[in-house]
């Protein structure tokens, strides 16, 4: 028997589904669980190849270069949703349950019929609807392409691609559709449902589907959400032929940017960081108590960086990971849960996010390089407490990590060689970023071409230290005693694995790149090192077979190429089904609607709306992929969250809002009964879905509290915070939230007491938010009748925002009240500061109105507008440091620390009197 053989035998040992099952799952849930023989499995590769390269082409410099080539933002979202369309059906045969069948041939139906009543009885909308459902009813071969499959997949395609084959005579007639417009968007509309229901499930389809019935009914909806009838023609217009709906800004960010980070992320997994990354996690981690754990939860943050599935980061993962966590003494649905932890939270891990970075990029209207600053520390924050959890969980069950193979180093001579390490690598960095730009400076011309030779240098260099050593495996038989590797040499093994990442980051943080160039410079570069790699490490060790070994680096590559493309599938159908979910908001005005829903249902209560959009996240994320889950509630919801923030005197960043659905996105794959995550998990471990489910949301409370916590505090998002208020936020955040988890795993040095644990939350609490205690002993702001208002203009410092409560009408004409806030500029005087700023007053007996607001001025930026009424203001007034208040946490913290350490030491003494000399 083989190695590998061995490893996967011992695998299918330790799990409860075999590898080629385990395999299976990541492949029906991810790239399509279809692999026709044959010409047909040929076809799909070659398709799937083509599209990353065409992917490739268009992100690069080439075409300009070339002159040729040069596609519009439409029409490579055509091509690019082609692709999707096409390869959706030939990968993922149609589900055969009664629910589903019904489903794929009900929703068909129920759209023909209203797109029939939308056309006044068009015939042949009823002769399309029924080739679809035929199709649908026909079912849908495992093991092979079925003809009715290649039609509605050549079909589906097709209409994608009409927006390119037809742009100039659509740029002709727009918002004037003609028939054969009509008979597309028809087609597509229906295909592309039926696409993702094979790819992505049922959710997203009933979703898209109820909004575009709405388009349809709205005149028979309740009055509140009630609108005016559109017609076919209008519908198909917005939704397929403009870039309002189905080729809007989802499918865009889809095109431009998601797709070359999944493509990286694979191509850095073939070339073998994957498993790089989970054995350097072993080495460093596997010794500590609980060892195991805390490995799966460093390599799957690691991992995160490469992959934006938590599927497949929880199998790829933890078939190694799960199996080592049992031996040690977790059980298997805590085993499971901790990978589901971890895995889910890859997705909130900077620079990838899975594909919500980019679309906040779009959605917020911010720079990149500002979205990932914002989704750092909470998510820094919320990896260091899932290992503090793991360490809670072994210090109750008294777990001991795998044994090494060799003698530690003293902690001090540990802490200095951490210490060096930094420094060095410190400044290397400072050394880099200024060597990069003398470089630039006196060689304007050639310095691209003279920093890829230093790039290779090193990448040569690395490679060779690297073929020094042997990247260990790690296996998980039963019965096998397992031991560590050195971290020293696990780390040498694949050190050049590090530098596509350093690639990447680079040239989005630092040379501030777009995010599209930034991923395919770094794509290119692991393209480069696939078919390098294996030359140069034979070369290296003297094995020879230098043909061989580039032959199997064009394997892995166009393994690579053609995984990233299926991996790809789902993504790019579920942004675009997102946009007819965006798109029939839009056209209906549904979100004002449904702010005035969620106002009533809330009671105008801004912590209810939070607690709403955080249930309605969780529920619509139990079916749905969390970049659809993302694109759908921010829509409906975050735009509701702002407004009604700020009528409730919550002013609340955009940023921030996105982030809190974000996070519950997630939250969705982990929670029970549908958490697709934890389903994986159990597979892998043999425990029970629900359970591990429900272990896996617990551990993840730190997660769900942290939205809550960083909308009333944007510090934790780094919100108009420097570098050394930053770190200190970092640390106290971190203290914070690690006091959290003993709260809720009910452990903190001994086990808590009730009291402890309430008392727990609240020194957490206070560290999150010392400025809600604060605020009862001194609030911030002192209210001034309206008529002060040049006075308290006057008092208030230079920058400092001035509150107003404002009394005004909306877009619609309908009343409502708001807080807004006024940063007030230099002046003489009150008066001359409010004129500054742009705003102008009238006084009507008591009432103060503002008479007008200049352009573009900070009353305009604050949202004032002539006619409303200003009905309070309130002041800035003097206020001691917040931070004040963390000294009797401080203090109550040490009484719990000193009570719980009595307790330890006396359980500990009762231990070591009770153990037999």
Aim: charged share 10%; glycine share 10%; net charge negative.
């Amino acid at each position: 028997m083989s190695d590998t053989d061995g490893k996967r035998a011992g695998r299918e040992g330790n799990t409860g589904l075999s590898q080629s099952e385990l395999d299976d799952l990541v492949a029906s849930t991810d790239a399509g669980g279809r692999n026709p023989r044959g010409a047909v499995g040929i076809l799909i590769m070659l398709v799937a190849l083509s599209w990353s390269l065409y992917q490739l082409w268009i992100a690069s410099p080439l075409p300009f270069m070339l002159g040729f080539g040069v596609f519009n933002d439409t029409e490579a979202r055509a091509f690019h949703l082609g692709f999707a369309i096409f390869l959706g059906f030939m990968t993922f045969p149609s589900a055969r349950t009664p629910f589903q069948m019904v489903l794929g041939i009900g929703v068909p139906l129920l759209l023909t019929w209203l797109f029939w009543l939308g056309s006044d009885g068009l015939w042949w909308v009823p002769l399309v609807g029924a080739l679809v459902v035929a199709g649908v009813a026909l079912g849908s071969p495992r093991d092979h392409v079925a003809p009715w499959e290649w039609v509605m997949a050549i079909a589906g395609a097709g209409s994608a691609l009409y927006i390119y084959f037809a742009y100039e005579g659509i740029a002709g007639r727009v918002g004037a559709p003609i028939t054969q417009d009509l008979v597309v968007g028809v087609v597509g509309l229906l295909l592309l449902l039926e696409a993702t229901r094979r790819s992505l499930g049922p959710a997203l389809m009933i979703v898209a589907t109820v909004f575009l019935s709405y388009t349809f009914l709205g005149p028979y909806m309740p009055q509140l959400i009630a609108h005016s009838s559109k017609s076919l023609g209008v519908v198909i217009n917005h939704q397929w032929i403009t870039t309002e709906g189905v080729f809007g800004i989802a499918l865009g960010v889809s095109t431009s940017f998601v797709f070359l980070f999944v493509l990286f992320g694979s191509l850095l997994d073939k070339a073998g960081a994957g498993n790089y990354f989970i054995q350097v996690a072993f080495s460093l981690m596997g010794h500590m108590k609980g060892g195991p754990a805390k490995a799966a939860v460093v390599s799957s943050a690691m991992t995160g960086l490469i992959s934006g599935s938590s599927i497949a980061n929880v199998v790829t993962t933890g078939t190694f990971t799960i199996p080592l966590m049992k031996k040690v003494g977790f059980s298997s649905e805590k085993a499971g849960a901790v990978e589901v932890a971890s895995s889910v939270n890859g997705q909130i891990m900077p620079p990838v996010m899975g594909a919500a970075a980019f679309l906040m990029v779009e959605y917020v209207g911010i720079p990149y390089f500002d979205v990932v600053k914002h989704a750092f520390l909470p998510a820094v924050i919320s990896y260091i407490a899932l290992v503090y959890i793991v360490h809670l969980e072994a210090m109750k069950q008294g777990m001991e990590g795998l044994p090494r193979a060799y003698t530690p180093k003293p902690i001090v001579q540990r802490l200095i060689g951490i210490a060096f390490i930094i420094a060095a690598i410190c400044a290397l960095s400072f050394g880099v970023y200024y060597g990069l730009g003398w470089i630039r400076t006196l060689f304007p011309d050639v310095a691209g071409w003279i920093l890829f030779a230093l790039l290779v240098a090193v990448y040569v260099g690395l490679v060779y230290i690297s073929s020094k050593e042997t990247i260990p495996e790690l296996t998980n038989e039963e019965g096998k005693d397992e031991t560590l590797p050195l971290p020293g040499p696990t780390v040498r093994s694949g050190l050049h694995f590090i530098l596509p990442v350093v690639v990447l980051v680079w040239a989005l943080m630092v040379d501030r790149l777009s995010p599209g160039l930034s991923a395919f410079y770094a794509a290119a570069f692991m393209i480069f090192i696939l078919l390098t790699q294996r030359p140069l490490l034979s070369m290296f060790r003297g094995q020879g077979e230098y043909a061989r070994s580039f032959r199997n680096g064009c394997v892995d590559l166009l393994d690579g190429l053609v995984t990233g493309a299926r991996n790809m599938i789902g993504i790019g159908i579920a942004t675009a089904t997102a946009g007819i979910i965006v798109g029939s908001v839009s056209q209906t005005g549904v979100g004002s609607a449904l702010a005035d829903v969620v106002e009533v249902l809330s009671g105008g209560n801004i912590l209810a709306i939070l607690f709403l959009t955080a249930i309605l996240s969780l529920i619509l994320g139990m079916g749905l992929p969390t970049t659809a889950n993302y694109i759908v509630v921010s829509a409906l919801l975050a735009p509701v969250i702002v407004t009604l923030g700020q009528q409730n005197g919550l002013i609340v960043p955009l940023i921030a809002v996105h982030l809190f659905v974000f996070y519950f996105g997630i939250m969705a794959d982990v929670t029970p009964p549908v958490g697709l995550a934890s389903f994986a998990a159990a597979a892998v471990s043999g425990g029970d879905p629900i359970k591990t489910g429900a272990v896996a949301f617990f551990y993840s409370l730190r997660t769900a509290a942290l939205p809550f916590l960083f909308i009333f505090n944007t510090q934790l998002l780094l919100i108009d915070v420097g570098w050394i208020q930053g770190i200190f936020v970092f640390i106290v955040a971190t203290v914070a939230m690690l006091l959290f988890a003993a709260a809720t795993q009910g452990f903190f040095l001994t086990r808590n007491r009730f009291y402890e644990t309430i008392a727990l939350l609240l020194i957490a609490f206070t560290f999150f938010r010392p400025a809600f205690w604060m605020d009862m002993v001194y609030p911030p702001f002192e209210p001034v009748p309206p008529t002060q208002i040049e006075e308290a203009a006057g008092n208030t410092p230079v920058g400092e925002p001035l509150r107003l409560r404002v009394s005004g009408v909306n877009e619609i004409g309908e009343p409502l009240e708001f807080t807004a806030l006024l940063e007030v500029p230099e002046g003489e005087d009150g008066a001359t500061r409010l004129e500054n700023a742009g705003l102008f007053f009238r006084q009507e007996g008591d009432s103060l109105i503002i008479d007008d607001v200049m352009f573009d001025s900070a009353a305009q930026d604050a949202g004032l507008d002539w006619d409303q009424e200003v009905l309070r203001v309130l002041q800035p007034q003097w206020q001691p440091s917040k931070y004040l208040m963390f000294i009797p946490a401080a203090l109550l913290l040490a009484l719990i620390v000193w009570l719980q350490r009595g307790r330890a030491e006396k359980a500990t003494s009762r231990r070591t009197d009770a153990t037999p000399a």
